[in-house]
């Protein structure tokens, strides 16, 4: 049986507490949602799409951890944290001692084929779809499930150019 899988990119965030604190690196995955980003997020828990779940599975990252949150706690279904559904990976050597936007506009322009001429050490495209579906595969027992990630995660469940916008929704199957 296939399980249908409802992704939800998180709620609109904000890092100005994080640039304020000069967190490097991944201390960026700390930014919240803004209250915009919370209403967002309860607006998608009235979407009918969304019912009949019987669970979430979000990113560890706070602001998709955050919009998680908001949802569970208003559709009443459990929550579970799952450390590979976590953004997109610019920097696999986590020294984050380079441009980390030069190094996306890098993986945009190479469609996420890790070339050899390639400059940056950014996550593949095909790394990053092998380690979110690796991820999703101990949720099969569910008919239906939310996922709340990032957009370019989701992106690897749908195609690669997907736009998505904040608290957007895809649907897939796993």
């Known amino acids: 049986m296939a399980t249908k899988v409802i992704l939800i990119r998180h709620g609109e965030p904000r890092y100005d507490e994080v640039l304020e604190r000069g967190f490097p690196g991944m201390g960026y995955e700390l930014g919240k949602l803004t209250d915009r980003g919370i209403r967002q997020a309860e607006l998608r828990a009235k979407d009918p799409l969304l019912q ?21 706690r208003l ?15 610019p920097d696999t050597t986590f020294k984050y001692d380079f441009d980390i936007p030069k190094a996306f506009e890098e993986y945009v322009q190479m469609r996420g084929i890790g070339l050899k ?14 380690r979110v ?27 690669f150019d997907d736009i998505i916008e904040h608290c957007g929704v895809r649907e897939t199957v796993i």
């Open 75 to 89: 559709m009443q279904i459990p929550l579970v944290v799952e450390n590979d559904v976590h953004e997109w990976m």
């Open 117 to 130: 001429e390639r400059i940056y050490p950014w996550e593949t495209y095909e790394d990053l779809q092998f």
């Open 133 to 159: 579906k690796n991820a999703l595969k101990k949720y099969q027992e569910h008919e239906k499930i939310l996922v709340v990630c990032h957009g370019i995660v989701m992106s690897a469940l749908t195609r």
């Open 52 to 72: 009949g779940a019987t669970l979430i599975v979000s990113s560890p990252y706070t602001r998709a951890l955050q919009t998680a949150a908001v949802i569970s």
